[in-house]
């Protein structure tokens, strides 16, 4: 059973830093692509980034291009992003997922409980 545990979330300014980790569980990690998705308040929830089982291709949205980065530490079995330039738009829930190929062309098939992420002006 593939878990998928969210750390690093929190109440921020407008313009600050934020790392999130997510740390997976329950089969061999760098075998598959991983992504981060995000829910706002009264929205849906939408892709973020995501990053293929080498980190040789990387895909973000375009609200978030040149402020986040994902990566990844295989031999921690853990993924990060990196939010940078945080804007109150930001604001949602972060949840961490996970494909079941090695790259990110198809719906994640594990997800996180999610982080929440609150940026004010």
């Known amino acids: 059973q593939v878990q998928l545990v969210e750390s690093g979330g929190g109440s921020v300014q407008a313009g600050d830093s934020l790392r999130l980790s997510c740390a997976a569980s329950?089969?061999?990690?760098?075998?598959?692509?991983m992504g981060w998705f995000r829910r706002a308040p009264g929205k849906e929830r939408e892709f973020v980034a995501a990053i293929s089982w080498n980190a040789g291709s990387k895909d973000y949205a375009d609200s978030v291009k040149g402020r986040f980065t994902i990566s990844r530490d295989n031999a921690e079995n853990t993924v990060y992003l990196q939010m940078n330039s945080l804007k109150p738009e930001d604001t949602a829930v972060y949840y961490c997922a996970a494909y079941n190929q090695a790259y990110y062309n198809t719906l994640p098939g594990y997800w996180g409980q999610g982080t929440q992420v609150t940026v004010s002006s």
């Open positions: 329950g089969r061999t990690f760098s075998y598959y692509a």
